[in-house]
């Protein structure tokens, strides 16, 4: 029970990761409302952040949250071109319409608190 229990931040941290990989990787592939582009970002900068006030990454590992940080920056950049220079689906599935729509604002208020949230544990930390 001590080896699940000492194991349990690694744990948590590999399912942040893999949200983490999962909202860049959407970022690569789909067609997005600018406002869902602005939203996924903040959000994985907020993991990022996460992932290292909680010091998951080992020090032998200083290159992850970096290399984390620039995918989601190439993910922005593909995922604004699109939205900046092709045009939607015409005839979108529900899945794509969801995506072309705005987030609530409630979403957008959550996201934003989060950040916001952990900017001032690292300032205070720090």
Do not use: D
């Not at 582009?37 to 949250?65: D, H, K, N, V, Y």
């Not at 689906?89 to 950040?115: D, F, H, M, W």
């Amino acid at each position: 029970m001590n080896t699940v229990l000492a194991s349990l931040p690694l744990i948590a941290g590999v399912a942040v990761l893999a949200l983490l990989v999962i909202s860049i990787v959407q970022l690569w592939i789909r067609y997005e409302h600018p406002v869902r582009i602005f939203l996924r970002t903040l959000s994985a900068a907020s993991i990022i952040g996460i992932l290292g006030l909680a010091g998951i990454p080992p020090a032998s590992m200083w290159w992850g949250p970096w290399l984390l940080s620039l995918v989601t920056i190439a993910g922005v950049i593909v995922a604004c071109r699109r939205a900046l220079v092709s045009s939607p689906p015409a005839e979108p599935t529900a899945r794509q319409a969801k995506n072309l729509r705005p987030p609530s604002r409630l979403n957008l208020a959550g996201e934003v608190i989060v950040y916001l949230a952990v900017v001032a544990v690292a300032l205070y930390a720090g």
